[in-house]
């Protein structure tokens, strides 16, 4: 039974910096390609950024290309994501997941940029 612990969320202003965590137990992590996906209001869930097993490649949706940093600790099966210079439009719940993903899905960190 694999379980999904995503924490790191918060309130920040424009221009601002989290960093968030996402502790995976079992579903073999150290053998997975892992993502972050967000969903924003009234949005569909989207996957903005993934990397590889042994962190030899990433991969980033255009929209957060040059802000956000994916990485991974398999000793820790914990995968996490740097997000710098946040924007209103990165608003929404943040998870984390296989990709492709399970159909399993934990309860997600909340990220809101205000101002």
């Known amino acids: 039974q694999v379980q999904l612990v995503e924490s790191g969320g918060g309130l920040v202003q424009p221009g601002g910096s989290l960093r968030l965590s996402c502790a995976v137990s079992?579903?073999?992590?150290?053998?997975?390609?892992m993502g972050w996906y967000r969903q924003g209001p009234g949005k569909q869930r989207e996957l903005v950024a993934a990397?590889?097993?042994?962190?030899?490649?990433?991969n980033y949706a255009d929209s957060v290309k040059g802000r956000f940093t994916i990485s991974r600790d398999n000793a820790k099966t914990t995968l996490y994501l740097q997000i710098n210079s946040l924007e209103p439009e990165d608003t929404a719940v943040y998870f984390c997941?296989?990709?492709?993903?399970?159909?399993?899905w934990g309860q997600g960190t909340q990220v809101t940029v205000s101002s």
């Open positions: 997941n296989k990709d492709p993903y399970w159909d399993y």
């Open positions: 990397i590889s097993r042994g962190s030899e490649s990433t």
């Open positions: 079992g579903g073999n992590f150290m053998i997975r390609r």
